[in-house]
């Protein structure tokens, strides 16, 4: 049972990343899905959500730049990122909501100014 991040990078402010969440080891379409993000001196926050039906959720300062999706075919949810802003850097991860949560490793996403 586990997560597999990837996609981060480093990229300058504008530019677009789509990071990636493989699943395994469980029903991936029957769970609410999730992307966090760790920023230099911040606490971790909720950026996007999306559940189990496809409905999307976000914080508002990604509003209108990041998309969140999922492929349940291939167990996969997507975070694609537009115009990204310094302030976007961080530690990302997925997570599975559930009673018992279960967290990817992390990618870092680097945008610089």
């Known amino acids: 049972v586990q997560l597999q991040a990837s996609g981060g990078g480093s990229v300058q402010a504008g530019g677009s990343l789509r990071l990636s969440c493989k699943a395994s080891?469980?029903?991936?379409?029957?769970?609410?899905m999730a992307w966090y993000r760790r920023s230099p001196g911040k606490e971790r926050e909720l950026v996007a959500s999306?559940?189990?039906?496809?409905?999307?959720d976000y914080v508002d300062s990604v509003k209108g730049r990041f998309t969140i999706s999922r492929d349940n075919g291939k167990n996969t949810v997507l975070l694609q990122m537009t115009s990204l802003k310094p302030e976007d850097t961080g530690v990302y991860f997925c997570k599975r909501d559930s009673n018992v949560a279960l967290w990817g490793q992390g990618t870092l996403v680097t945008v610089s100014s």
């Open positions: 999306i559940t189990s039906g496809g409905s999307a």
């Open positions: 080891g469980f029903a991936f379409a029957s769970y609410r």
